[in-house]
């Protein structure tokens, strides 16, 4: 057998299509574009890489983008009086403050002073409870990304097993949420889980988000499971290689001789993240100006 690739790439861009197609509508409605805050402080060069592919994203969708650059020796209070300004205003729906900070400054507390409204990462303490206890708000986009490319192949995700790989507070966790909102049966394992290799063998899912080159191999999966690899991880280069090839936490190579779908890395889980950023801050304009948000958004 070898299994279904899902092409997460062509599904992030049919989702930012739909993104552009609901932007121009919200645009009709609300009188303004959808704005979207991106705050870097610093200039570690993969923010960098991170923050300008959104910058483009966003415009392309036909929304407003907002950059703010500050210098690495920026003060906390500083920091938050932009954060603050953001909040306060108007032509903002979302706010994004682009991940790690500088060590000097206390990540939780710049998370905790965004508006839970204006919060389309879904960081903000007030969103995970939101999405604990089951009310709408926003999800973190990666494991959000997921969930819509295992509806998409799965459907129904009623009673099968889920197991999710890696209890992050930005990918496993609320992978584990939205698996169990969704009905499956839910294990969350860790660095500390006893026997990996047989958990995973009962999962009709895999949802592998570790951060290490290839860990899951071919034979601690299912016949049939559905598989999807978060992990982006560099290998070291060999000859005649400028930089190592990007791999995920599969072994991708042997997985697809047993699963029955699986992500690439890349061009799996990837691609999704922006596409879901730029949909929560849709979603956020919507609710922002207090219409009502589109079917299929
Ligand atoms: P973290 O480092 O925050 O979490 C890793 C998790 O993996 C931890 O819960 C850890 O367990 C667990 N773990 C570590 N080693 C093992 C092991 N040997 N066996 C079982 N579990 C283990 O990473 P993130 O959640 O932030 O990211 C995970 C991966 O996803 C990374 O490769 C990252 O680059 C990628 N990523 C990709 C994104 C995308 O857009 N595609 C977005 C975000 C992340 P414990 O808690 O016990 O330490």
Redesign the pocket.
Known sequence: MTAERIDGKAFAASLRERVGEHAAQFEASAGRKAGLAVVLVGEDPASQVYVRSKHKATVAAGMESFEHRLPADTSEEDLLALVDRLNADEAVDGILVQLPLPDHLDEQAVIASISPDKDVDGFHVTNAGRLAVGQSGFVPC?PLGCMMLLTERLGDLSGLEAVV????N???KPMAQLLLDANATVTI?????KD?PSVVKRADIVVA????AE?VKADWLKDGATVID????RLPPTDGEEKGRLVG?VDYAGAKSVAGAITPVPGG??PM?IAVLLRNTLVAAYRNADLQVPDGL
Do not use: C, K, P, Q
């Not at 394992?189 to 889980?193: E, G, I």
């Not at 978060?230 to 991880?233: A, E, Q, R, S, T």
């Open positions: 990666t790989i890696g209890r992050s930005i990918v496993g394992a860790h660095s500390r889980t990996l988000a570790v951060g290490r860990m978060v992990g982006i991880n936490d889980v990837g993240t």
